[in-house]
């Protein structure tokens, strides 16, 4: 931003989003002396937009009373920064019914300079994602959203309309604590009324979402993420699965997401809690964390944990296959991984 003009309409975007900045605070934002930062209140003014000029110790550059411009412009830094920020959020599902990324895109693109507008749009050409597309979940209204969103910041019950698993209506006054986005899922987490008690939703099976019956107080050091997860881990399948883990706490946690199991330390270990609906998986897991291990329960764990081993122990005594030239990465570990 070193043209003058640059600067000017610089100031004016910093007193759009502050209440009041001193002479001194505009000067080293602007990377200008105060004497300039003087001047170019006058332009702004001479173009009718209504700076004020307070004196005094807590004076300072101001815009007047109800004035509001739209954003002005976007620095490269800035553009690069929404741009990728609204592919990431397509990629992973991050949006809601309505597809409106590509709209943004396309708008955005439309009033950036037309070389960076191409260069842009050469990163976004190129841009690769080893995170999976979220394909074809099912999101959320916007409507719906935006209304837990502030139900949850005023900490106002609310009333939802919602679906269960197999389509049976009902409907809740809940205590929003938190939104949560995982897995390409949104879930709304909170005290229900109708249950007594802390459960997850799945927001794209809310239909509404109105003001309910008075406020509430969220519980002091409520992680809604952690209750998410934890719920998520916890929805009950055939098997309850119960091990005792070699390992430590951290190092665990490390290893198994708390929406696949609740880790708690105990002596000797960590517990591993989890539900299940097959136990070939689990066994499967279990072996591939590479950690000795105690199972607790269900008894039929140990029988696939001893059959995995066996097909284990069966691929390492065939015949070593030769190795095809090429295809290999640059980046200095052997195993492939950046």
């Known amino acids: 931003m070193s043209h003058p003009a640059g600067r000017v309409l610089g100031m004016l975007e910093l007193l759009q989003s502050h209440h009041r900045l001193s002479g001194a605070e505009l000067a080293r934002r602007l990377g200008v002396d105060e004497r300039t930062v003087r001047r170019y209140a006058t332009t702004l003014v001479e173009l009718g937009i209504p700076v004020r000029a307070d004196r005094g110790r807590y004076g300072g550059y101001r815009l007047g009373p109800g004035f509001k411009l739209p954003p002005l412009m976007f620095t490269d830094d800035e553009a690069v920064a929404v741009v990728l920020g609204l592919v990431a959020a397509e990629r992973l599902g991050l949006g809601t019914d309505q597809p409106a990324t590509a709209l943004a895109l396309a708008k955005i693109s439309r009033v950036l300079p ?33 209304a837990l969103g502030a139900a949850t910041r005023a900490r106002h019950r609310v009333t939802i309309g919602y679906r269960s698993s197999g389509g049976t209506p009902t409907r809740r006054t809940v205590d929003p604590y938190g939104l949560v986005f995982h897995a390409g899922r949104w879930y709304l987490t909170g005290h229900d009324h109708l249950r007594g008690e802390l459960r997850t939703f799945r927001l794209d099976r809310i239909d509404t979402a109105d003001p309910g019956p008075g406020s509430f107080t969220m519980p002091a050091d409520f992680d809604p993420v952690a209750q998410v997860t934890r719920s998520l881990a916890n929805v009950p399948y055939r098997w309850e699965v119960v091990v005792l883990l070699e390992t430590d706490l951290a190092t665990a946690r490390r290893r198994v997401p708390p929406s696949v199991a609740e880790l708690t330390g105990v002596d000797g270990g960590v517990l591993l809690r989890a539900y299940a609906e097959r136990l070939d998986g689990m066994a499967q897991l279990l072996a591939g964390l590479g950690w000795p291990f105690t199972v607790r329960r269900p008894d039929e764990l140990r029988g696939e944990v001893a059959t995995w081993a066996a097909r284990l122990a069966g691929f390492a005594e065939r015949g070593t296959a030769p190795v095809a030239a090429g295809g290999g990465t640059e980046t200095g570990d052997p195993g492939g991984a950046g």
């Open 114 to 146: 037309v070389a960076l507008a191409d260069r842009l749009a050469a990163v976004q050409s190129s841009l690769g994602f080893t995170l999976r597309r979220t394909g074809t979940v099912d999101r959320p209204a916007t409507g719906i959203l935006l």
